[in-house]
């Protein structure tokens, strides 16, 4: 898991406007240690908690990406490219895109160094290609989230 992925639960809480203090209320925990350890990977999250934090962070994209990291085995049966539903969405959806590409990029130069994809990149070569189409559903559906977007009345 990349470091996003590891920090994903405090990235929701941080777009949330929330600090560790306000979250742990919310949430219903008792310590700031116990939130630190879900937000840095040191403890597993319980459903129930990730229910609570798609609530108090008004993330409801956090389901699913809870459930893909959870039992990756289910992961290709859901896609995270959905139509966002808040601005909390939104943004998951743009850390998920990035965190990704990062992962992708390493691997697409190891491949097209030589200019050539040999036999034995050739697999890889496809998880690339569908990890890439899967990264620009997310950052598409962001931006369609965006287009779609009021826009209120300026100074």
């Known amino acids: 898991m990349t470091s996003f992925g590891k920090l994903c639960y405090k990235t929701c809480r941080e777009q949330a406007g929330l600090t560790q203090e306000q979250a742990i209320r919310l949430l219903g925990i008792a310590?700031?240690?116990?939130?630190?350890?879900?937000?840095?990977?040191?403890?597993?999250?319980?459903?129930?908690m990730v229910a609570a934090m798609i609530k108090a962070y008004r993330i409801p994209a956090l389901a699913k990406w809870h459930v893909v990291n959870a039992n990756p085995d289910l992961v290709s049966y859901l896609r995270m490219a959905d139509n966002p539903?808040?601005?909390?969405?939104?943004?998951?959806?743009?850390?998920?895109?990035?965190?990704?590409?990062?992962?992708?990029?390493?691997?697409l130069k190891s491949i097209l160094r030589n200019g050539?994809?040999?036999?034995?990149?050739?697999?890889?070569?496809?998880?690339?290609?569908?990890?890439?189409?899967?990264?620009s559903r997310l950052i598409l559906s962001a931006a369609n989230y965006l287009e779609q977007r009021e826009v209120g009345g300026g100074d």
């Open 116 to 135: 050539k994809v040999s036999v034995d990149e050739a697999d890889k070569k496809d998880v690339i290609v569908n990890s890439l189409r899967d990264i």
């Open 31 to 48: 310590e700031v240690s116990t939130l630190s350890r879900y937000e840095n990977g040191h403890a597993p999250v319980s459903q129930d």
């Open 85 to 107: 539903l808040t601005d909390g969405d939104a943004m998951l959806q743009l850390e998920l895109a990035e965190d990704s590409l990062a992962d992708e990029r390493t691997l």
